[in-house]
């Protein structure tokens, strides 16, 4: 092929009802973060079919750092779901603790560099839209799960690493070194990337790529080549274990749940200010009590914090905390703090970003060019991209730029889909420009 693209590009708009049968599968069968069995499990079964080194279940997780997992329970019924939508029982037995990740390594078996994508798949908590107005419940594929929905794009991200395995596997004579596909779940709550990022597939990483469909660009044809400014975060859910008792007989008997989370509610969010940047706290679930009449001794606060840098969230996260024990104290409560989710701050390279933009420059479809975006959000991404920067590695997080039907995470969020073969012939161009034969080589 050399340097004609022309047949890889080719190649790729043959492909593209292909891949956009495969993500409205994936959004018709929508599965929230953790439980992605029969999503990971179609996943799994197709790479393997292309003929790729598939990994999964422990050896790709670092178990301790797996965040905010659903009860056992919670899983065995996601699972026996999975199975009833033709999820594969072969692979589904590998992921039962929630391990619903998948990695595939292409080895070309030629010396050369390390090159990873990732591509999250997980939906989002929530009821998709049934008016007549939305496209994917027009037209037979809205989520037959009532309590998950894909309204930010992961089923399209999922999609498109499909797309890009099947591109990869055709031209792999074009290629040297090896290609780690990682297939990441719970992005949303930013719980999933941690304990991949802290197993051991990117240990020899040289470059790192991943990307999001829409966000900060709503226009088709739009690439931004680089991404900066994503917010440190830590998710919290906090629980108050008082004592009930009658509000009107023995009040004194009580410990009021409900008064000590409330307590740490209003406190929580005097804490942002930080002469070093930007600080956000938000309280954003508050559940207690069953009766006028009853003083409620439990409570359950669910709250996130987020910073411009890593030490900004750590500040902001541990004054919490403190806020949290005192008012538990003031009311005489019991409290436990849990993490159930995390992402740090980090950068493009812009060294990266420039071999991405050089190569996606002629790809019909792409019209805009933006050598960077800030992002103002919180990405666990960031875990996989510090990961492979701290071991001297690049990484990059780019944004394909498409029409969107509402806001991500509204329940009518649909996409063009015609970004779907934009993103593959970017990524697919990339990595043949990375991992491309050299003179010389067999």
Not at 168 to 178: A, N, T, V, Y
Not at 182 to 200: D, H, L, V, Y
Not at 203 to 225: P, Q, R, T
Request: charged fraction near 30%; proline fraction near 1%.
């Amino acid at each position: 092929m050399g340097s004609d693209k022309t047949f890889l590009d080719n190649y790729i708009d043959d492909l593209e009802e292909e891949i956009v049968d495969i993500r409205r599968d994936f959004h018709k069968y929508a599965e929230s973060g953790w439980t992605e069995f029969r999503t990971a499990s179609k996943i799994a079964n197709y790479l393997s079919k292309l003929g790729y080194e598939v990994k999964l279940g422990e050896e790709i997780f670092k178990k301790e750092d797996m965040m905010g997992l659903p009860s056992e329970e919670e899983l065995k019924l996601n699972i026996k779901r999975a199975l009833s939508q033709g999820g594969a029982e072969k692979y589904i037995s590998m992921m039962r603790e929630g391990y619903t990740g998948v990695v595939a390594v292409l080895d070309t078996g030629i010396p050369g560099k390390v090159t990873a994508f990732r591509f999250d798949i997980d939906a989002n908590d929530g009821l998709e839209s049934s008016s007549s107005e939305h496209r994917p419940f027009r037209e037979g594929f809205s989520s037959v799960n009532k309590d998950s929905m894909h309204a930010c794009g992961h089923d399209g991200h999922a999609a498109i690493g499909l797309g890009l395995a099947k591109v990869l596997k055709e031209f792999q004579k074009e290629l040297r070194g090896k290609i780690i596909l990682i297939f990441q779940p719970a992005e949303e709550g930013t719980r999933g990337a941690k304990s991949m990022a802290n197993s051991n597939i990117l240990d020899n990483v040289d470059y790192f790529l991943s990307g999001h469909i829409g966000l900060m660009s709503n226009k088709f044809g739009e690439i931004a080549c680089g991404t900066e400014g994503f917010l440190s975060t830590t998710k919290m859910d906090i629980i108050f274990r008082g004592r009930g008792s009658h509000a009107g007989v023995s009040p004194q008997k009580g410990k009021n749940a409900l008064l000590g989370a409330a307590t740490a509610a209003l406190n929580l969010h005097t804490l942002c200010q930080h002469e070093e940047g930007v600080g956000r706290i938000n309280v954003g679930v508050l559940n207690s009590g069953k009766g006028r009449n009853i003083i409620p001794d439990y409570a359950i606060m669910k709250i996130e914090t987020r910073g411009e840098t890593n030490n900004i969230n750590e500040y902001i996260t541990q004054r919490a905390k403190e806020v949290i024990k005192a008012s538990a104290l003031m009311h005489d409560l019991e409290w436990e703090i849990k993490i159930v989710g995390g992402a740090e701050s980090s950068n493009s390279d812009e060294e990266l970003s420039e071999v991405f933009k050089e190569e996606v420059k002629n790809i019909k479809g792409i019209e805009s060019i933006v050598d960077r975006v800030k992002l103002t959000g919180s990405e666990d991404v960031t875990y996989m991209m510090n990961k492979v920067q701290e071991k001297g590695g690049k990484a990059v997080y780019v944004i394909f730029g498409t029409k969107i039907a509402a806001d991500h995470h509204n329940n009518s969020f649909d996409f063009d889909e015609g970004v779907l073969k934009i993103a593959i012939k970017a990524y697919a161009h990339t990595a043949i420009k990375l991992n491309g034969k050299e003179d010389g080589d067999n």
